[in-house]
């Protein structure tokens, strides 16, 4: 079954410290991952995606195809990155496009 | 504001009644999906279209539910007979096709539905 496990529904941090926000999913083929962060009163928008092998907003994210992981770290807490936090997949099944999202990490970045 | 935009932002209905929401996509993008969050979850995904034609539904979409993207722009979402347990977040997101990559999708504000 295809799947996407966010293990935390709430992550509080302390300003300067490092976060991680877990993902692991589950897909039989190679699938592309996304982070996708929602802040208060705004639209999901793209954090994003293993293939960009990009940094944004200092997060990166390393897809772990053994261990079926893709997840997300900072390693200097904002507050500002307070917000909630989406792992997304999308398959390689042709004609297929549809995004399974996980359950969602409330970030809390504390003064 | 270009981005994908829906309207009402927020319905109250009673059960029983119709309700129709919609989503305007980011022009030239010629993917659209529906998807629907309930407290405490991530989107669920419900349908997708790819110019007017309607390619995937999911099995969360009831025959209560209906989906149209009639001239491959806009798109219209009724639920009739609604019930309390379609009280929830609609959200419609747009995609411009990328090759052989999986492209972006872009999601608009949401529709919060309450069903009395």
């Known amino acids: 079954a295809q799947r996407v496990t966010q293990p935390e529904k709430l992550l509080s941090v302390f300003k300067g410290a490092p976060v991680e926000l877990k993902c692991n999913y ?81 970030l809390k970045v504390l003064a | 504001d270009t981005g994908v935009s829906q309207n009402p932002r927020h319905k109250i209905t009673k059960r029983g009644q119709n309700v129709t929401f919609r989503c305007d996509p980011i022009s030239e993008h ?36 209906s989906a149209e993207r009639p001239k491959g722009s806009f798109s219209t979402l ?15 997101a747009s995609s411009l096709p990328a090759g052989g990559l999986k492209e972006t999708q872009y999601f608009g504000p949401g529709t919060r539905l309450l069903v009395l």
């Open chain 1, 26 to 106: 589950s897909y039989s083929g190679s699938p592309e991952l996304f982070w996708y962060v929602q802040y208060s009163r705004q639209r999901l928008q793209l954090l994003l995606r293993h293939i960009s092998r990009e940094s944004i907003k200092g997060f990166t994210a390393d897809l772990n195809k053994g261990e079926t992981s893709f997840h997300l770290k900072k390693p200097f807490a904002q507050e500002e990155d307070s917000a909630m936090y989406y792992c997304a997949l999308s398959g390689t099944t042709s004609g297929t496009y549809k995004y399974i999202f996980g359950t969602g990490t409330r």
């Open chain 2, 30 to 65: 010629n993917r659209l999906y529906w998807y629907r969050q309930t407290l405490g979850q991530g989107p669920e995904f419900l349908t997708y279209f790819q110019n007017e034609a309607q390619l995937e539904k999911s099995r969360l979409l009831s025959d209560r539910f």
């Open chain 2, 78 to 92: 009724e639920i009739q007979r609604t019930e309390q347990g379609d009280s929830a977040m609609y959200l419609c």
